[in-house]
């Protein structure tokens, strides 16, 4: 179950960053360069092909793109692509990693601690206290899942 969950975010970040690729009007070879990501790796998170990666590969793309996280990760991205304030969507330096642990803290008490977070309560619990470092994003995804947000929502600043 939390498989689909962990493919399906990766797919919508694949797909999202596939969309400004294309928006860009650049090949996969000068769009890896703008993102400092590799580029075989890039066409297979593209292409859908269960390819992960870390919480701060993805902030460093972002960065590099000049897109919010957050906005990266959201499965509206391409919809709402027209409607969007272009300076809302501009990527803001912030500590990914504390702001994930905040989110996740207030997500937990609002729902109780016996919210039932499956196999990943330790996992959680090593996030929140900061014991891992550089998530990956099917981790962060099969969290969001099992918390029933969403991964866009647990990197965002106000939820």
Known sequence: ????????????????LEFER???????????????YDRGSYSK????KNQDLELETLVKIACNLDIDLPLLCSRSYIDDYKER?????KYVERDYLLLLANNLRAVLD????????GTNRETVNRLIN???????????SAIAYDLKVSLSNLLKEDK
Do not use: W
């Open 1 to 16: 179950m939390a498989h689909k969950a962990n493919m399906s975010d990766l797919e919508v970040i694949g797909r999202n």
């Open 22 to 36: 294309l928006r860009l009007n650049m090949t996969i070879k000068e769009f890896s360069c703008r993102i400092r």
């Open 45 to 48: 998170l593209a292409k859908h």
């Open 85 to 89: 304030n272009e300076e809302e969507c």
């Open 110 to 117: 609002i729902n109780g601690m016996c919210q039932d977070i």
């Open 130 to 140: 900061y014991h891992i470092r550089n998530p990956r994003i099917s981790t962060l």
